[in-house]
C-alpha cells in the first residue's frame, strides 16, 4: 500500500482521476462532510474535504454511507479506522489540492481498516442469529420496526456495540431501554435491557452494558436500533460486516486422495 501511495501521489490531479475513472469522481459542486472517531482522522477528512470527493456506489459500503442529508450538499458518515486514518495524518497535511483524491482511495480501501461495531449479543463483527430484520418507516410515526431483534436469552449478557457514552438508562413505557451515543454521531439502543450502567458512563465496544430481561413486545430476544441525526432511524446490521458464507460440499469423501 506504501509503494502505490507513493505513486499515486506523484501523478497529477487529471492522472489521478483518469487512472481512477471508475472509482473515483471528483464533483466541484457538490460538499461532503464526514464524521470520525478521531482528531488525527478528522484533520484528514478535514483536509480532503477541500477536493469536494464524491464516493461511489464501489465505496459507498466501504465507508458505510448512510444517506443523503440533502441532493446539493449531501451528509455522509464514515465509520472509519483512527488508527488508519492517523496513519495517514502527517502526509496529508502536505498535501497538494491535486493528490488528495490518491489519499482519500489509501483510506477507504486500505486492509487495516476494520470495522469497529460488533453484534451486541455475541461481540463479533457480523450478525449470524437475526430473529427479525427491519421495516423503517418513512416517517417517524408511521408503524414499523425500527432495529432488529437478534437472539439471545433471557439473563444474558448485552455487550455495547461499540465506543461511546451512555445516553439514558432506564424505563420506557415499561421496557427497560439503553442508549449510547457514539463518537461517529451514531447512537444505539437496546432493549429490553437491565442496565449494568449509569448515565454519562463512558462504555467500550464489547464490554457488558447489562442483561437481556423479558420481552415486552411479544418478540423474543434482544431489539437493537440505530439512529443517525437522534431522529433517523437506519439499519443497525449496515454498521456490521456481512457475515461470511462457507459452503459444505455435498457428498465429499471423508478423505481426500493423496
Known amino acids: 500500500m506504501r509503494g502505490f501511495l507513493s505513486r499515486a501521489l506523484a501523478t497529477s490531479h487529471s492522472d489521478t482521476q483518469k487512472t481512477l475513472g471508475p472509482l473515483l469522481e471528483v464533483a466541484p459542486q457538490k460538499s461532503w462532510s464526514f464524521a470520525a472517531r478521531s482528531q488525527p482522522g478528522q484533520k484528514v477528512l478535514d483536509t480532503l474535504l477541500s477536493l469536494s470527493v464524491n464516493p461511489l456506489d464501489a465505496f459507498a459500503k466501504r465507508t458505510?454511507?448512510?444517506?443523503?442529508?440533502?441532493?446539493?450538499?449531501?451528509?455522509?458518515?464514515?465509520?472509519?479506522?483512527?488508527?488508519?486514518?492517523a496513519s495517514c495524518h502527517d502526509q496529508a497535511m502536505n498535501l497538494t489540492r491535486s493528490s488528495l483524491s490518491a489519499l482519500l482511495l489509501c483510506a477507504l480501501l486500505s486492509p487495516a481498516l476494520a470495522w469497529?461495531?460488533?453484534?451486541?449479543t455475541?461481540?463479533?463483527?457480523?450478525?449470524?442469529?437475526?430473529?427479525?430484520?427491519?421495516?423503517?418507516?418513512?416517517?417517524?410515526?408511521?408503524?414499523?420496526?425500527?432495529?432488529?431483534?437478534?437472539?439471545?436469552?433471557?439473563?444474558?449478557?448485552?455487550?455495547?456495540?461499540?465506543d461511546g457514552t451512555v445516553a439514558f438508562a432506564g424505563m420506557v413505557a415499561g421496557t427497560p431501554v439503553i442508549s449510547i451515543d457514539h463518537d461517529d454521531g451514531i447512537r444505539t439502543t437496546y432493549q429490553p435491557v437491565h442496565a449494568l450502567v449509569d448515565e454519562g458512563e463512558r462504555v467500550t465496544s464489547g464490554t457488558v452494558i447489562g442483561r437481556l430481561g423479558h420481552p415486552t413486545d411479544g418478540y423474543p430476544g434482544l431489539h437493537w436500533g440505530a439512529?443517525?441525526?437522534?431522529?433517523?432511524?437506519?439499519?443497525?446490521?449496515s454498521l456490521l460486516?456481512?457475515?461470511?458464507?462457507?459452503?459444505?460440499p455435498v457428498d465429499a469423501p471423508a478423505r481426500r486422495p493423496l
Open 227 to 237: 439512529l443517525i441525526a437522534k431522529d433517523t432511524y437506519i439499519n443497525p446490521l
Open 116 to 120: 469497529a461495531y460488533v453484534d451486541p
Open 122 to 162: 455475541t461481540g463479533a463483527p457480523s450478525a449470524t442469529r437475526v430473529l427479525r430484520g427491519p421495516d423503517i418507516p418513512e416517517q417517524n410515526w408511521l408503524p414499523g420496526h425500527r432495529g432488529v431483534d437478534l437472539a439471545l436469552g433471557i439473563g444474558d449478557d448485552v455487550l455495547a456495540a461499540e
Open 64 to 85: 458505510r454511507l448512510l444517506y443523503p442529508q440533502a441532493p446539493s450538499y449531501p451528509q455522509v458518515f464514515a465509520s472509519a479506522s483512527a488508527r488508519s486514518l
Open 241 to 248: 460486516d456481512d457475515p461470511m458464507i462457507r459452503l459444505k
